[in-house]
């Protein structure tokens, strides 16, 4: 017998293959208009990130550290630097920098794009402020100024040892605390000093790293003119090894007044000249038990490397530098010329003086 044919399938109705086409042309519809919108919101972002943003005016804005993307975002729109923080978040984050943005202050351009303010977090490229302490200035004087730095943060440290800080220029950022600075002057003067110390002249009459600051620091306070530093130094180690006193006026006016130095417009008295401390080097031989001042590299330079003289005296010379000698006559005769230039100036100011009343 041959076998009977098997049923054939029952045939869909014209009206169910329509429900079916139906659904699949809604799908690929439904889809078409998500990737056209998902396009028109994309390009329209992208046009907002880039385009010029609300700033009228430069204006400056702190991202403090370990800050995320979403409270800088917030913050940048509430100074008016951007005009919309979820745009700006998700630009970044698309944009693959959303770990990248830099703490720090950062100045912003009038106009400038979000795209423009992403870049100049991402580049670190914030602004730097200075703090600078100039050679010869004491511990006290520096801390002084590191303490009035509005843009510095947190207390002062506990003061270190007269010396020990660098004189320099010193860049920073808003937020810096006050001990990071005080510690990387302090570093910075440690390794000048052992460097210089390390390469110094030999049979210098200096027994220590200590003596060494001390004499640099005098020497800073003696003079100001960067090319006489190592004449001055020669005067002192001369001095030294003779056994003589250095007769250094800074000397005693530290002893007397300590690090916040002489008050502006006082004069030096002969009680002053005559003070009884370990710094007055009128009636002490040798150094003082320690610097006066932070002496800077061309003072420390000077003292490991001075200038060899047989001069033992120098006196102002009246044009803002000195007169050097090897011997006292000299001297002396150096000191009553000085003096008399002194007499002659006051006697034209006073008359100067005079006539213009």
Same mark, same amino acid.
């Given at each position: 017998m041959k076998p009977s044919p098997a049923p054939e399938p029952p045939r869909r109705s014209r009206q169910s293959r329509n429900q079916l086409v139906i659904f699949l042309n809604f799908c690929l519809s439904a889809a078409l208009f998500l990737v056209l919108a998902a396009g028109a919101v994309l390009y329209w972002g992208k046009s907002e990130f880039e385009r010029p943003g609300p700033l009228k005016s430069e204006a400056t804005y702190v991202v403090p550290s370990s800050t995320g993307v979403s409270a800088i975002a /917030?913050?940048? %729109?509430?100074? #008016? $630097? $951007?005009?919309?923080?979820? *745009? !700006? %978040?998700? #630009?970044?984050r698309l944009s693959g920098a959303g770990s990248k943005l830099k703490a720090g202050e950062f100045a912003f351009a009038p106009g400038a794009s979000m795209r423009q303010v992403m870049e100049k977090l991402v580049s670190g490229q914030s602004i730097m402020h200075a703090v600078t302490i100039p050679e010869g200035w004491t511990v006290n004087r520096a801390y002084e100024r590191i303490a009035a730095a509005d843009f510095l943060s947190g207390d002062m440290p506990g003061e270190v040892p007269e010396g020990t800080l660098k004189p320099d220029t010193y860049l920073v950022q808003r937020g810096t605390t006050r001990k990071e600075v005080v510690q990387r002057m302090k570093s910075a003067q440690d390794r000048l000093v052992q460097e210089i110390w390390d390469g110094r002249d030999p049979d210098l009459p200096i027994k220590d790293i200590g003596?060494?600051?001390?004499?640099?620091?005098?020497?800073e306070r003696e003079t100001g003119i960067a090319g006489e530093r &190592?004449?001055?130094?020669? +005067? !002192?180690?001369?001095?030294?090894?003779?056994?003589?006193r250095l007769d250094s006026d800074p000397t005693f006016l530290y002893g007397v007044y300590g690090g916040a130095g002489k008050p502006s417009g006082q004069p030096v008295t002969q009680s002053d000249k005559d003070s009884d401390t370990p710094y007055n080097t009128y009636k002490i031989r040798g150094l003082p038990p320690g610097?006066? =001042?932070? &002496?800077?590299?061309?003072?420390? %330079? =000077?003292? @490991?490397? &001075?200038?060899?003289?047989?001069?033992?005296? !120098? *006196?102002?010379? #009246?044009?803002?530098?000195? @007169?050097? /000698?090897s011997t006292l006559k000299e001297h002396n005769?150096? +000191? @009553?010329?000085?003096?008399?230039l002194q007499r002659q100036r006051a006697a034209e100011e006073e008359s100067s003086s005079g006539s213009g009343g």
């Open positions: /917030s913050g940048l %729109e509430r100074q #008016g $630097i $951007i005009a919309d923080a979820d *745009v !700006f %978040e998700y #630009g970044v003596q060494f600051i001390t004499l640099a620091s005098i020497v &190592p004449h001055v130094a020669s +005067v !002192f180690i001369n001095r030294l090894k003779k056994g003589m610097p006066i =001042a932070n &002496p800077g590299r061309a003072a420390l %330079e =000077a003292v @490991a490397h &001075p200038l060899q003289t047989d001069d033992l005296y !120098f *006196v102002a010379d #009246g044009t803002g530098g000195h @007169a050097f /000698s005769n150096k +000191v @009553a010329k000085y003096r008399k």
